[in-house]
């Protein structure tokens, strides 16, 4: 996605424009709407990465970068056909529409190395959970700091918006989804054993 700096100052142009100018053309509206559909659906998508599981959402990163990914390419559409000549806008700002159009244009799904290595512990981590091998301590607190679950009410928080995630997910699974429902399960136990032995 393009930064959130570049996106505000076109956004607050665009608005400051548009109090002078009430009524828009046939072509402006549309445009105006898909972009707000855009743009609530990426609110929508980073509000639920922030308020779901963690290990949930690190389990799920290639399919969160694609619909990123997705919503940067719907909103490079939009830019290429949104009418700038029917604004009074600045150079600056004109430019500013071409180059976060070009930006996203070039989009490509993305996942951080640091997060795809910790993915891969985690999914270690639930190998051995799941085989009944307790996983050693160090490795599993270095795990749980590297999630953000450094403390008690932390680790909580991610057991209980886990449950939730598998209640909702519950009722329409696949064969694959079960068994990644049930190393969900086991991953809840281990933050439950390791908060029992800190």
């Known amino acids: 996605m393009p ?14 424009d548009s109090v002078s100018n009430v009524f828009f053309t046939p072509s402006t509206l549309p445009c105006f709407e898909e972009m ?3 743009l609530q659906r990426t609110k929508a998508l980073i509000e639920d990465c922030s308020n779901g599981s963690k290990m949930l959402m690190l389990m799920q990163i290639s399919h969160l970068a694609n619909s990123f990914h ?14 700038v000549e029917e604004f009074d806008l600045s150079q600056d700002v004109e430019e500013l529409v071409v180059l976060l159009q070009k930006q996203c ?4 799904p993305w996942v951080d190395l640091i997060d795809d290595s910790l993915m ?3 999914l270690a981590l639930l190998d051995l959970v799941k085989e009944d091998i307790v996983p050693d301590h160090l490795k599993l607190k270095q795990i749980f700091e590297d999630l953000g679950l450094i403390v008690d009410s932390s680790c909580r928080e ?31 136990e281990a933050i439950s054993s390791a908060i029992s032995s800190a």
């Open 70 to 83: 997705e919503l940067t390419l719907e909103l490079s559409t939009v830019l290429d056909i949104f009418p």
């Open 120 to 122: 891969r512990d985690v």
């Open 3 to 16: 930064s959130n700096s570049k996106v505000a100052i076109l956004f607050k142009e665009l608005l400051r």
């Open 158 to 188: 991610e057991i209980s918006s886990l449950q939730q995630e598998i209640q909702n997910q519950i009722a329409d699974k696949s064969n694959s989804e079960i068994v990644s429902l049930s190393k969900e399960g086991f991953y809840a």
């Open 105 to 108: 244009s070039k989009s490509k």
């Open 36 to 38: 707000y559909i855009v």
